[in-house]
Nanobody, 125 residues
Framework: QVQLVESGGGSVQTGGSLRLSCAAS????????MGWFRQGQGKEREFVAG????????NYADSVKGRFTISRDKAKNTAYLQMNSLKPEDTAVYYC??????????????????WGQGTQVTVSS
Protein backbone atom coordinates (compact mmCIF):
# COMPACT_ATOMS: atom_id res chain seq x y z
CA GLN A 1 0.00 0.00 0.00
CA VAL A 2 1.27 3.45 -0.93
CA GLN A 3 1.70 5.99 1.84
CA LEU A 4 2.11 9.71 1.24
CA VAL A 5 3.40 12.23 3.78
CA GLU A 6 3.35 15.98 3.12
CA SER A 7 5.63 18.51 4.77
CA GLY A 8 6.79 22.08 4.32
CA GLY A 9 3.61 23.99 5.08
CA GLY A 10 3.56 27.10 7.21
CA SER A 11 2.70 30.79 7.34
CA VAL A 12 4.06 33.40 4.95
CA GLN A 13 3.21 36.93 3.88
CA THR A 14 1.89 37.85 0.47
CA GLY A 15 4.62 37.51 -2.14
CA GLY A 16 6.57 34.95 -0.16
CA SER A 17 7.52 31.40 -1.06
CA LEU A 18 7.14 27.90 0.34
CA ARG A 19 8.27 24.50 -0.84
CA LEU A 20 6.08 21.50 -0.10
CA SER A 21 7.35 17.94 -0.13
CA CYS A 22 5.47 14.68 -0.59
CA ALA A 23 7.38 11.58 0.45
CA ALA A 24 5.98 8.32 -0.94
CA SER A 25 6.61 4.85 0.43
CA UNK A 26 5.30 1.33 -0.07
CA UNK A 27 6.52 0.74 -3.63
CA UNK A 28 8.62 2.26 -6.38
CA UNK A 29 6.61 4.44 -8.72
CA UNK A 30 6.59 3.86 -12.47
CA UNK A 31 3.46 4.59 -14.52
CA UNK A 32 1.94 6.80 -11.86
CA UNK A 33 0.58 10.29 -11.65
CA MET A 34 1.19 12.45 -8.60
CA GLY A 35 -0.79 15.56 -7.92
CA TRP A 36 -1.30 18.37 -5.45
CA PHE A 37 -4.75 19.48 -4.38
CA ARG A 38 -5.83 22.15 -1.93
CA GLN A 39 -8.92 22.92 0.09
CA GLY A 40 -9.57 26.33 1.58
CA GLN A 41 -11.90 27.00 4.49
CA GLY A 42 -15.47 26.50 3.33
CA LYS A 43 -14.36 25.61 -0.19
CA GLU A 44 -14.23 22.46 -2.27
CA ARG A 45 -11.00 20.61 -2.84
CA GLU A 46 -9.39 21.70 -6.10
CA PHE A 47 -6.59 20.54 -8.35
CA VAL A 48 -3.37 22.56 -8.16
CA ALA A 49 -0.66 20.73 -10.11
CA GLY A 50 0.34 17.25 -11.20
CA UNK A 51 3.24 15.35 -12.70
CA UNK A 52 3.78 12.02 -14.47
CA UNK A 53 6.39 10.04 -12.58
CA UNK A 54 8.01 8.51 -15.65
CA UNK A 55 8.58 11.35 -18.11
CA UNK A 56 7.95 14.39 -15.93
CA UNK A 57 5.02 15.79 -17.93
CA UNK A 58 3.22 18.41 -15.85
CA ASN A 59 -0.18 20.01 -15.61
CA TYR A 60 -1.19 23.14 -13.68
CA ALA A 61 -4.36 24.88 -12.68
CA ASP A 62 -4.71 28.28 -14.34
CA SER A 63 -4.76 29.96 -10.93
CA VAL A 64 -1.20 28.87 -10.12
CA LYS A 65 0.45 28.62 -13.52
CA GLY A 66 3.59 30.74 -13.63
CA ARG A 67 3.85 30.86 -9.84
CA PHE A 68 3.99 27.20 -8.78
CA THR A 69 6.33 24.49 -10.04
CA ILE A 70 5.89 20.77 -9.48
CA SER A 71 8.81 18.36 -9.68
CA ARG A 72 9.87 14.93 -8.49
CA ASP A 73 12.98 13.06 -7.42
CA LYS A 74 12.69 9.47 -8.59
CA ALA A 75 15.53 8.21 -6.41
CA LYS A 76 13.86 9.57 -3.28
CA ASN A 77 10.26 8.81 -4.26
CA THR A 78 9.47 12.41 -3.42
CA ALA A 79 7.46 15.08 -5.20
CA TYR A 80 7.77 18.80 -4.58
CA LEU A 81 5.64 21.87 -5.05
CA GLN A 82 7.58 25.12 -5.18
CA MET A 83 5.17 27.98 -4.50
CA ASN A 84 6.27 31.52 -5.32
CA SER A 85 4.46 34.86 -5.30
CA LEU A 86 1.95 33.51 -2.82
CA LYS A 87 -1.40 35.24 -2.41
CA PRO A 88 -3.99 35.11 0.38
CA GLU A 89 -6.22 33.09 -1.95
CA ASP A 90 -3.60 30.34 -1.84
CA THR A 91 -4.38 29.75 1.84
CA ALA A 92 -5.55 26.16 2.18
CA VAL A 93 -4.70 22.69 3.34
CA TYR A 94 -2.55 21.16 0.62
CA TYR A 95 -2.84 17.45 -0.11
CA CYS A 96 -0.58 15.14 -2.05
CA UNK A 97 -2.24 12.41 -4.11
CA UNK A 98 -1.12 9.54 -6.35
CA UNK A 99 -2.73 7.21 -8.85
CA UNK A 100 -1.48 4.13 -10.70
CA UNK A 101 -1.32 3.20 -14.38
CA UNK A 102 -1.90 6.62 -15.84
CA UNK A 103 -0.68 8.12 -19.10
CA UNK A 104 -1.77 11.63 -18.16
CA UNK A 105 -2.30 13.74 -15.05
CA UNK A 106 -5.89 13.54 -13.78
CA UNK A 107 -7.38 16.75 -12.42
CA UNK A 108 -10.31 15.37 -10.42
CA UNK A 109 -10.19 14.21 -6.82
CA UNK A 110 -12.01 10.96 -7.59
CA UNK A 111 -9.26 9.93 -10.02
CA UNK A 112 -6.65 9.53 -7.28
CA UNK A 113 -6.41 6.46 -5.08
CA UNK A 114 -3.81 7.46 -2.49
CA TRP A 115 -3.82 10.60 -0.35
CA GLY A 116 -1.65 12.21 2.28
CA GLN A 117 -2.94 13.84 5.47
CA GLY A 118 -2.39 17.40 4.26
CA THR A 119 -0.27 20.35 5.32
CA GLN A 120 -1.54 23.84 6.13
CA VAL A 121 -0.42 26.83 4.07
CA THR A 122 -1.43 30.27 5.31
CA VAL A 123 -0.74 33.46 3.36
CA SER A 124 -1.40 36.78 5.08
CA SER A 125 -1.78 40.15 3.39
Amino acid sequence: QVQLVESGGGSVQTGGSLRLSCAASGRTFSNDAMGWFRQGQGKEREFVAGIMWSDGWTNYADSVKGRFTISRDKAKNTAYLQMNSLKPEDTAVYYCAADRLRSYVPTTQASYEYWGQGTQVTVSS
